[in-house]
């Protein structure tokens, strides 16, 4: 029960973090411009926006934007009164399906770091408790401890990777 929880408040956390990142940005050109919807060139200065705020935002890789061909595909697809223009509604609906692809890319690193780690950290641990010298280290760190410096380990390595 408490997965099932879990993941619902995951999927919540998302829906609210993408509809705070449309919500500025929409707001944004709605302000500049005086408009109520937001134009071809508006939504692609728009889709720049929001991805911008995601690399920002989000541990793991950078995400490039699509591009503009692939924008105004999807402008047809999500202009429900077909007037070439969009609305927030239309907006965030567009944003959401644009942007799936990424969080599953950020969910499938966190799980590997979050998963894989602590498990490698075990092996390793008992793979270096016959090492002299380091053995007798390793065998005094409890496995909590141990386990959570390897992890940290792996995400500042995650990190500094992605810096270069």
Same mark, same amino acid.
């Given at each position: 029960?408490? /997965? +099932?929880?879990?993941?619902?408040?995951? #999927?919540?956390?998302?829906?609210?973090?993408? /509809?705070?990142?449309? =919500?500025?940005?929409?707001?944004?050109?709605?302000?500049?411009?005086?408009?109520?919807?937001?134009?071809?060139? =508006? !939504?692609?200065?728009?889709?720049?926006? +929001?991805?911008?705020?995601?690399? #920002?935002? !989000?541990?793991?890789?950078?995400?490039?934007?699509? %591009?503009?061909?692939?924008?105004?595909?999807? !402008?047809?697809?999500? =202009?429900?009164?077909? =007037?070439?223009?969009?609305?927030?509604?239309?907006?965030?609906?567009?944003?959401?399906?644009?942007?799936?692809?990424?969080?599953?890319?950020?969910?499938?690193?966190?799980? *590997?770091?979050?998963?894989?780690?602590?498990?490698? &950290?075990?092996?390793?641990?008992?793979?270096?408790?016959?090492?002299?010298?380091?053995?007798?280290?390793?065998?005094?760190?409890?496995?909590?401890?141990? &386990? %959570?410096? !390897?992890?940290? &380990?792996? +995400? *500042?390595? /995650?990190? &500094?990777?992605?810096?270069?």
């Amino acid at each position: 029960m408490g /997965q +099932v929880l879990d993941r619902l408040q995951g #999927k919540q956390w998302r829906r609210k973090q993408i /509809q705070k990142i449309t =919500d500025k940005v929409f707001d944004h050109f709605k302000n500049e411009s005086g408009r109520a919807n937001l134009t071809f060139e =508006d !939504l692609y200065i728009g889709v720049l926006l +929001v991805y911008n705020d995601i690399n #920002k935002r !989000l541990p793991g890789p950078h995400f490039d934007p699509p %591009s503009k061909d692939h924008v105004k595909a999807l !402008l047809q697809e999500n =202009d429900i009164n077909l =007037d070439g223009e969009i609305d927030r509604q239309e907006f965030t609906k567009f944003i959401k399906q644009l942007t799936a692809d990424t969080f599953i890319v950020v969910s499938q690193g966190l799980i *590997l770091t979050l998963v894989a780690a602590p498990t490698i &950290a075990m092996a390793t641990k008992r793979a270096t408790e016959g090492v002299p010298g380091i053995g007798k280290v390793v065998q005094r760190l409890p496995n909590s401890v141990y &386990a %959570s410096l !390897l992890t940290l &380990a792996v +995400v *500042l390595f /995650q990190q &500094a990777s992605q810096e270069f």
